[in-house]
């Protein structure tokens, strides 16, 4: 899906289960790319998109899917919509629910101390090699060296969209415009599919909008915002490493 994929299995094992455990993993990671890119014209999103694939012969997991990313459209007042851009791409979903489904599975496997990161959405479980909580960087959106916070904990799905590195190619679905306002949002977690869509529904909304929308959101969410003029705003609660 033109993303990076990378894991930390910080679990005791032996090497040959390690290297079974992360083979797994990656394999998965494929299977969704090969299903769900919008890179990809042999993709089944793409087939679905330009009707070469009737609904009712698409996969599972597609159709999984498209029903959930139809309740978050609902559940974010129709800023998270698969056809903002004009066509199906459900990709604000399926990268972070793709690496929450790998960290499901890694857990039941038997390694339940782990990082997926995903292009910058991240799911970690327990603890890092060191024995300490995990420590999830958030780029700073106006600098790619920097970060603007550092979360800690051993059980956080962390999401982030931002318009750092693409520009504003979030389309804001009620004006048909890219939308402005936020140049980064970061929403936490129980589950990364969600966040993911959270954060991209955020954007979408623009300031003040999405920012009023993200602090209603009931607990656990939490999140961080960087505005366009570099403000930096965030849930009491967060997680924030001083």
């Not at 999830?136 to 550092?150: E, F, S």
Request: hydrophobic fraction near 40%.
């Amino acid at each position: 899906m033109g993303t990076a994929i990378s894991l930390d299995l910080a679990d005791d094992l032996p090497a040959a289960t390690l290297g079974e455990l992360a083979g797994h993993t990656f394999d998965w990671m494929r299977e969704v790319d090969a299903r769900f890119s919008t890179y990809r014209d042999d993709s089944e999103v793409c087939r679905l998109d330009r009707g070469g694939l009737p609904l009712a012969e698409a996969s599972a997991d597609l159709r999984a899917v498209l029903e959930r990313c139809a309740d978050l459209w609902t559940a974010t007042d129709g800023f998270f919509d698969v056809y903002a851009t004009g066509r199906l791409d459900p990709s604000g979903y399926v990268k972070g629910w793709a690496a929450q489904v790998a960290s499901d599975r890694l857990v039941a496997a038997g390694a339940p101390n782990h990082c997926v990161n995903a292009g910058g959405d991240v799911r970690v479980r327990g603890h890092s090699s060191s024995g300490e909580p995990w420590r999830i960087g958030v780029r700073h959106p106006g600098d790619p060296a920097a970060t603007c916070l550092v979360l800690t904990g051993t059980d956080l799905a962390v999401a982030t969209s931002g318009v750092y590195e693409r520009g504003h190619h979030v389309v804001d679905p009620r004006r048909g415009a890219p939308a402005v306002g936020l140049r980064s949002v970061t929403v936490v977690g129980p589950d990364l599919g969600e966040a993911d869509a959270y954060a991209t529904a955020a954007v979408a909304m623009g300031a003040p909008t999405g920012i009023t929308w993200l602090d209603r959101l009931p607990a656990p969410w939490q999140h961080a915002v960087v505005t366009d003029d570099s403000r930096l705003h965030h849930s009491r609660t967060l997680p924030v490493t001083p």
